[in-house]
């Protein structure tokens, strides 16, 4: 079973233009409609309807978005038993889309649900895969919790992955945050990345210098994620990459979340447990089934990701 673990939150997307709505003029704005997402939740979602079967390890709030994103988890087959309750606000992110659709946040955290997150314990012992990352990995004192049970998890041998989905505003001291995610890279056997969280981490460093940095601290594989520009996997046989599948582009909300999810199912299908027993030849084919599934996703309006009926 894959888990994964971090928050659920609402997005507010941009609708359509207060003006052209009729509503009151106001500069620039424009209506904003709510949709469930938060990047491990979108994780699990594309696990899920990929058919993998999906645990979400999480705090939701018993409020009216707190149902829903819960409701969606079980509608898209992902099990709900390992959430823990909370009366607390669901966290909210205020979404700005530039005109190439890339997305831009304004998080609204305090004392909301999902941060409150406390660590459950060991994980079910059928638990073969854990995923953890975003917020989940930032905001305390559930960040703690995470790291508690990603270090666990990994020394028991469950395949872990990290996607850190860098939210720069939300990380007051990025020093202490770049020295804690080195922390974890011992700890972490698939790490996924998108070219501008490489380049925040590194502060600049070039991609294959600073991949070739997280292979040496113990990560087996790196899966650079680069728009346009496809999919790349690091391992310490070599690297191979997928090209991105031509779209129409709806809006980038939850892509990244979808090849992650997308990887995991695919790996779970072929009961991988260790990323190091598969040759290149293998992830250039989990890169595609990847690829398509994102393309699927930005396609859309706000994080949807595919069914297997759709990869078809």
């Avoid at 888990?3 to 359509?16: C, F, R, T």
């Avoid at 106001?26 to 997402?37: R, S, Y």
């Avoid at 070039?206 to 990560?219: H, M, N, Y």
């Amino acid at each position: 079973m894959i888990v994964v673990g971090g928050e659920a939150l609402v997005d507010l997307v941009p609708g359509e233009s207060i003006v052209d709505s009729g509503r009151p003029a106001g500069v620039g704005l424009t209506t904003l409609v709510p949709a469930l997402g938060g990047g491990p939740y979108n994780v699990a979602l594309a696990a899920g309807r990929l058919g993998a079967p999906t645990s979400f390890l999480s705090r939701l709030s018993g409020d009216a978005f707190g149902r829903a994103l819960r409701e969606r988890l079980i509608a898209s087959g992902v099990d709900v038993s390992m959430i823990q309750p909370g009366e607390e606000p669901t966290t909210l992110a205020v979404v700005a889309l530039d005109e190439r659709g890339a997305a831009s946040y304004t998080f609204y955290t305090e004392g909301t649900a999902d941060r409150l997150f406390a660590d459950p314990g060991p994980l079910p012992a059928e638990v073969s895969v854990l995923s953890l990352g975003t917020l989940g990995m930032v905001l305390e004192p559930g960040a703690s919790a995470y790291e508690t049970i990603l270090r666990r998890e990994a020394a028991r041998g469950v395949l872990t992955a990290l996607d850190p989905n860098i939210r720069a505003d939300l990380i007051t001291d990025p020093d202490a945050y770049r020295a804690r995610f080195a922390s974890w890279l011992p700890d972490v056997r698939l790490l996924k990345v998108s070219d501008d969280d490489a380049e925040w981490l590194t502060g600049g460093v070039e991609p294959a210098t600073a991949v070739k940095g997280w292979l040496d601290a113990g990560v087996d594989a790196v899966v650079l994620t680069r728009g346009a520009q496809g999919i790349t996997v690091h391992t310490g046989s070599g690297a191979v990459t997928a090209p991105s599948v031509p779209v129409i582009v709806a809006d980038t909300i939850g892509a990244g979340d979808t090849v992650l999810g997308a990887l995991l199912a695919w790996l779970h299908k072929r009961n991988v447990r260790r990323v190091t027993d598969i040759g290149l030849d293998d992830w250039r084919l989990a890169l595609g089934f990847a690829a398509k599934a994102a393309a699927i996703t930005v396609s859309r309006r706000g994080a949807e990701p595919p069914t297997s009926a759709e990869m078809v």
